[in-house]
């Protein structure tokens, strides 16, 4: 999934983090915008919570995040 909403990416992720769709994910591309209102606090949390089921395997801060869902990870939780 590549998502490119101008700064609402953060409201995108943070539901899909809440409700547990994001975990059905293979892989995601997505940039997190610095004039969105706590982008940093925000990017982090996302991070952080992201980082439990998928590996960053790209960034380049303020421009894009590659993630990629753990090999050994389901929709289980397993």
Same mark, same amino acid.
């Given at each position: 999934?590549?998502? /490119?909403?101008?700064?609402?990416? %953060?409201?995108? &992720?943070?539901?899909?983090?809440?409700?547990?769709? #994001? /975990?059905?994910?293979? +892989?995601?591309? #997505?940039?997190? %915008?610095?004039?969105?209102?706590?982008?940093?606090?925000?990017?982090?949390?996302?991070?952080? @919570?992201?980082?439990?089921?998928? +590996?960053?395997?790209?960034? %380049? @801060? &303020? #421009?894009?995040? /590659?993630?990629?869902?753990?090999? +050994? %990870? /389901?929709? +289980?939780?397993?």
């Amino acid at each position: 999934m590549k998502i /490119n909403i101008e700064g609402d990416e %953060y409201s995108l &992720f943070e539901h899909l983090i809440e409700t547990g769709l #994001v /975990n059905q994910i293979d +892989n995601m591309q #997505v940039p997190f %915008y610095d004039f969105v209102p706590n982008a940093e606090q925000r990017m982090i949390e996302i991070q952080q @919570k992201i980082a439990t089921t998928h +590996n960053l395997t790209h960034q %380049y @801060k &303020f #421009v894009w995040d /590659n993630w990629k869902i753990e090999e +050994n %990870y /389901n929709q +289980n939780g397993v």
